[in-house]
């Protein structure tokens, strides 16, 4: 059974730790000579995106609280330092900074959105500290300027190339939808990446295109040009809090066709800014389908009192992962761990079994596509590529 609790955002936000903070749980009793290893964790906790990385630093939390409870990483406890980005990307450069120079971290977590990850990027290449982004999809966001790979980011999430296409493809072969019509935030390079992956992947038409801006909240006019379309299904490309009203809107119009979603769709908060009787025949693209019963789901509920999201199951690997690294490397000099996560041998985490690439993405292959009917996400659709 899929879940379908709904809290509210001001609950949501309540859970977040705004201030810069450390966290170290103590529940096995280390010596006192057992320094701990600084995780360095960077995140939208305020501001315009704050879903996304507060539901990813909750995460992180508890991935720790397991660690240490189960006797730390080589005997010593994980220690997170965090800090609240705002939203703003000179404000992700200096904290990246601050963490590389001054809090003695072996690695950074975060940020959740591309355009804090590219701030945060020269701090992390300079002072040689491991940056790794759970949820940044930016096709390029591994590489730098010549094509070359970033010797010390990384990503857990799949690129938007891979997800661009998992989602033509469902809308093509899964809904067999043959002409399609597209809206994207031409504003960001999420929106605008995704929309070309998905014009190069589709093998259908597509009849229509619309861009719009994060500062729109009124989207008559686009919604008024689809109607007058001929059309099988619709796809946004786009982040909750525009995505949310679109939805809203169009299926206030009269608009029931299916709306096919990128990632961005998936925050419960959505459902707040679509209305819940407006999430119909709803499908997006998700790396972890979050189902009643999963033990991560429930202990993350018990925990925050509010549902994770597919961010969070990704932020929760990924502090493993570099558990797994630190051990590999026998070391938490952040040059070792880096080598180290460059040659993992292999990882099992909730969201499957991966290691990074040459590329430093993760080898992963399957697209999951979230169903929702009637504000309940009733099934999973799998778009598996060679």
């Known amino acids: 059974m899929f879940n379908s609790i709904r809290k509210n955002l001001t609950k949501i936000i ?144 799949w690129p938007n190339s891979f997800q661009g296409s998992g989602i033509a493809k469902f809308g093509y072969e899964n809904m067999e939808a043959k002409k399609m019509v597209v809206l994207y935030d031409n504003s960001s390079d999420y929106g605008s990446g995704l929309y070309d992956n998905f014009f190069e992947g589709y093998e259908g038409e597509i009849v229509h295109t619309e861009t719009f801006t994060p500062e729109m909240n009124d989207f008559s006019a686009i919604i008024s040009n689809i109607t007058a379309q001929d059309y099988d299904a619709i796809t946004i490309l786009a982040f909750y809090q525009t995505a949310g009203p679109i939805v809203k809107q169009a299926r206030e119009f009269g608009i029931d066709a299916p709306i096919l979603g990128s990632n961005g769709f998936g925050n419960d908060i959505i459902y707040e800014l679509a209305g819940a009787e407006n999430m119909n025949n709803v499908y997006y693209a998700s790396l972890y389908p979050i189902q009643d019963e999963d033990e991560f789901v429930e202990k993350y509920r018990e925990q925050f009192d509010s549902d994770p999201d597919m961010f969070a199951a990704l932020a929760y690997d990924t502090i493993y992962m570099v558990k797994s690294a630190i051990e590999q490397a026998g070391s938490n000099d952040p040059v070792a761990v880096n080598e180290a996560l460059e040659n993992l041998e292999e990882f099992s985490g909730i969201t499957g079994d991966f290691i990074f690439d040459e590329n430093h993405n993760p080898t992963k292959n399957v697209v999951n596509m979230i169903e929702i009917q009637n504000a309940e996400e009733t099934a999973v659709h799998e778009v598996v590529f060679d």
């Not at 705004?18 to 600084?38: G, K, M, V």
């Not at 609280?65 to 705002?86: A, H, L, Q, S």
């Not at 120079?101 to 002072?127: F, L, R």
């Open 14 to 157: 309540a859970t977040a730790t705004i201030a810069a903070s450390a966290f170290t749980p103590a529940f096995t009793a280390f010596a006192q000579d057992e320094d701990p290893i600084n995780l360095g964790v960077i995140y939208e906790l305020s501001g315009a995106v704050a879903a996304y990385g507060i539901t990813q630093s909750n995460a992180i939390k508890m991935a720790v609280e397991e660690i240490n409870e189960d006797g730390g990483v080589m005997g010593r406890p994980f220690n997170i330092v965090e800090y609240d980005t705002k939203s703003d990307d000179t404000e992700a450069a200096m904290i990246a900074t601050r963490l590389a120079t001054q809090d003695d971290v072996v690695a950074m977590i975060g940020p959740a959105t591309t355009s804090q990850m590219q701030a945060a990027i020269p701090a992390a290449n300079e002072y040689q500290i491991p940056l790794i982004s759970p949820s940044v999809t930016n096709n390029d966001i591994t590489f730098d300027d010549d094509g070359n790979v970033q010797p010390f980011v990384y990503r857990s999430s």
